[in-house]
């Protein structure tokens, strides 16, 4: 590997990029939340899946 895409939401997180990516939102599929998880201090894990479309 020569190249890391690090993906940074300010003040929140910092964490090294594992997905598939597309130029723009639009071309995504509906979404659906399928869970949603307290992880403290008003932080939440948010797992979902991308319905085919």
């Known amino acids: 590997m020569t190249e890391l895409r690090v993906v940074e939401i300010e003040d929140i997180d910092l964490c090294p990029c594992a997905g598939t990516h597309v130029d723009n939102t639009s071309k995504l599929s509906e979404m ?17 899946q991308l319905k085919n479309g």
Do not use: A, F, M, P
């Open 32 to 48: 659906e939340i399928t869970n949603v998880k307290s992880k403290g201090s008003g932080k939440l894990r948010i797992t979902y």
